[in-house]
């Protein structure tokens, strides 16, 4: 076997090397064709980006809780509008107004002179005349003052019936009271209120009413006798002054 120079060997040698070199070339060219559309598909992160975005969202948040805010407002704000409209009932109003008619049933009852303005001046002239009648019998005359008596008496007794009535009421009212008190501390909204003080306001005004009645039997009772006493005496003096006559008992013939 010939041998080959040494300035062969080296060619050779440096031959292969570009060689070597152009396929590592080719195939690292290769390798970087087929990594970098992979590369390509991975997402870079950017902060400021995700700090603005998320920013966004929790403003757009605020407004919904703000708008969720204002609903719950305005649906109490219907709530309380429906409680200020809202009413109570008052089933003691026909309580108040039969009591109220009980007292005017009693002084209805008036014997003798009653409380009608009309037929009043008859009424008194008849029981009082204001002069004394020497036309009358004794007895007529002791007639007309037991009538008189009587009307007095009568009146008087229909002053106490109005005010045991009156004293009836005004137990009754205790509970009427505590029941209005009650709803009005309950009251839920101005309307109720309302109510609920209009409902007291009817009590005082029913017991005021019941003492205009009271009053008016009582001074009429005390009226009447104050009558009864003057009418007597009229008849007393009027008796003495038949009963004397002129003055003269004897005239000489």
């Known amino acids: 076997m010939p041998r080959i120079p040494s300035h062969g060997r080296t060619r050779k040698f440096l031959i292969a090397s570009v060689l070597g070199l152009g396929t590592a070339g080719s195939l690292g060219m290769a390798l970087i064709q087929s990594v970098t559309p992979a590369n390509a598909q991975i997402a870079v992160f950017d902060p400021t980006n995700y700090n603005q975005n998320l920013l966004t ?10 708008q969720i805010q204002s609903l719950q407002n305005q649906a109490q704000m219907l709530t309380n509008q429906a409680k200020n409209l809202s009413r109570i009932d008052f089933p003691e109003l026909q309580q108040l107004t039969a009591t109220l008619q009980q007292i005017d049933r009693l002084m209805g009852q008036a014997q003798g002179i009653d409380f009608h303005v009309a037929g009043l001046d008859q009424q008194f002239r008849s029981l009082y005349p204001q002069q004394y009648n020497s036309a009358l019998t004794a007895g007529q005359q002791a007639q007309n003052a037991k ?16 005010q045991s009535q009156v004293a009836e009421n005004v137990a009754a009212d205790q509970s009427t009271l505590a029941a209005l008190a009650a709803r009005s501390q309950g009251a839920e909204g101005a309307l109720q209120a309302q109510q609920a003080t209009n409902q007291l306001l009817a009590l005082v005004a029913k017991q005021q009413f019941q003492i205009q009645t009271l009053m008016a039997a009582q001074y009429r ?8 006493r003057a009418q007597s005496e009229l008849d007393a003096r009027g008796r003495t002054q038949k009963f004397l006559g002129t003055g003269t008992a004897y005239t000489p013939q």
Do not use: G
């Open 147 to 162: 009538v008189r008596f009587d009307a007095a008496m009568a009146a008087f007794r229909q002053t106490m019936s109005v």
């Open 57 to 66: 969202a929790a403003r757009a948040l605020q407004q919904i809780n703000n």
């Open 221 to 228: 009772a005390e009226t009447i006798d104050a009558a009864r």
